[in-house]
């Protein structure tokens, strides 16, 4: 069975600073890797995502990440951070199975942005 | 375009009492899919969908659960009856026909508190 693995549970950056978010999977294939984002009281909004192809895979508002499969890696990468990204952001695997695409989900990453 | 639309989006109801949730995926969309998110427990797929047919329940927590899908158009999760440990946000998400990469669109989630 997939799953994955967030070791960082809160993070805080000043505003502009870089961003690093670190996610590892576990999966006995080339596994679908997603990063979704979790604004207050919100639903789950997709950031990006990697099936195949080149390993550096580019997202909304600015967010980039990286598969790794040596390091069964997938971290989360901004530049430069905006009041507006603090949320919680969640890593997860997807197994194609039985006719369906399940996704295993991390246990979150809460980012806080420091004016 | 319409997203995957919940409903009720907030519900309050007292212990014992049968809760309904309901779901319309986005129009085309054939895999449709029911998470459960608490803080202790993270968001937790209770059960999934393809063409109408549930393939994998194995996350439903236990006979007080049930989830249906009458028609590509609609689904519901029912809880009967409920304890205050179901309290949670419980989304639902669908995506659409085409490779096992495909996106994964959520809703913005029914928030059941029990009491």
């Known amino acids: 069975a997939q799953s994955v693995t967030q070791p960082d549970i809160h993070i805080t950056v000043s505003e502009g600073a870089s961003l690093e978010l670190r996610c590892n999977y576990s999966y006995g294939a080339t596994p679908y890797l997603f990063w979704y984002v979790q604004s207050p009281g919100q639903g789950l909004q997709l950031l990006l995502k990697?099936?195949?192809?080149?390993?550096l895979v580019q997202g909304i508002k600015g967010f980039e990440a990286e598969f790794k499969r040596s390091q069964s890696s997938f971290n989360l990468r901004k530049p430069s951070v905006h009041w507006s990204d603090a949320a919680e952001y969640f890593c997860?695997?997807?197994?194609?199975?039985?006719?369906?695409?399940?996704?295993?989900f991390g246990t979150g990453t809460q980012l806080k942005v420091e004016l | 375009d319409a997203g995957v639309i919940q409903s009720p989006r907030h519900e309050v109801t007292e212990m014992g009492q049968e809760v309904t949730l309901r779901c319309k995926p986005i129009?085309?969309?054939?895999?449709l899919f029911w998470y459960r998110q608490t803080m202790m427990r993270g968001l937790e797929l209770l059960i999934y969908?393809?063409?109408?047919?549930?393939?994998?329940d194995s996350g439903m927590p236990e006979d007080r659960f049930s989830a249906k899908m009458p028609n590509a158009s609609f689904s519901t999760l029912k809880i009967q009856p409920s304890e205050p440990r179901d309290s949670a946000v419980y989304f639902c998400a669908s995506r659409g026909p085409t490779g096992g990469g495909n996106t994964i669109y959520f809703g913005e989630g029914s928030w059941l508190t029990v009491v």
């Open positions: 990697y099936f195949s192809g080149d390993t």
């Open positions: 129009s085309g969309h054939n895999s």
């Open positions: 969908f393809n063409n109408n047919v549930p393939i994998d």
């Open positions: 997860a695997v997807g197994a194609v199975t039985g006719g369906g695409n399940k996704l295993t």
